[in-house]
C-alpha cells in the first residue's frame, strides 16, 4: 500500500472511500439537487463547490469533515439566479486569499460575480457584486 501527500492530506494509492468523509465517504446538500461542475478546497480545508441547479447556479461550500457549512449563506449553499436567458452554467470558479469567491458563468452572456466568504454579493466588486 503506497500512501501519497495531497494537501494536507492523505490519499491511498488505491480507491478508498474515506468514511469519516461527509455521510459514508459522500458530502451532500440536504436539498435542491444540481451537478456540481468545480470543486475547490481552501487552504483551511473547507471545500467549495460550484455548478448548476435547474437555471439556477449553485455555489456550496463544505466544511472540512464534509457537512454543510452554515456559516456559508446559513445553510451551506446559495443559488443564484442568473437572468432570463432560462439557463446558466458555470465556466470556472477562483477563490481570493480572503475566502471571497469569484464565479464566471454563462446565461446567453459570460458574467463574473463575487462573493464574500459568508455567501453574500460583494457588492463593492463591479456593478453590485457583478461583471457582465
Known amino acids: 500500500m503506497n500512501i501519497e501527500a495531497l494537501e494536507s492530506r492523505w490519499l491511498l494509492a488505491f480507491p478508498e ?9 459522500i458530502a451532500a446538500l440536504p436539498t435542491d439537487t444540481g451537478d456540481f461542475k468545480l470543486v475547490h478546497q481552501l487552504d483551511n480545508g473547507k471545500i467549495v463547490a460550484v455548478g448548476n441547479a435547474g437555471d439556477k447556479l449553485l455555489v456550496a461550500r ?4 464534509g457537512s454543510a457549512d452554515t456559516s456559508f449563506d ?12 432560462g439557463y446558466a452554467y458555470a465556466i470556472d470558479a477562483a477563490l481570493t486569499p ?7 458563468f454563462s ?3 459570460k458574467q463574473l460575480y463575487r462573493f464574500n466568504a459568508d455567501g453574500t454579493l460583494d457588492t463593492t466588486f463591479g456593478s453590485n457584486g457583478a461583471i457582465s
Open 17 to 25: 472511500i474515506d468514511l469519516g468523509f461527509g455521510q459514508g465517504g
Open 62 to 65: 463544505f466544511a472540512s469533515d
Open 74 to 85: 446559513g445553510d451551506g449553499k446559495l443559488l443564484v439566479d442568473a437572468g432570463s436567458s
Open 98 to 104: 480572503e475566502g471571497k469567491i469569484l464565479l464566471l
Open 107 to 109: 446565461s446567453g452572456a
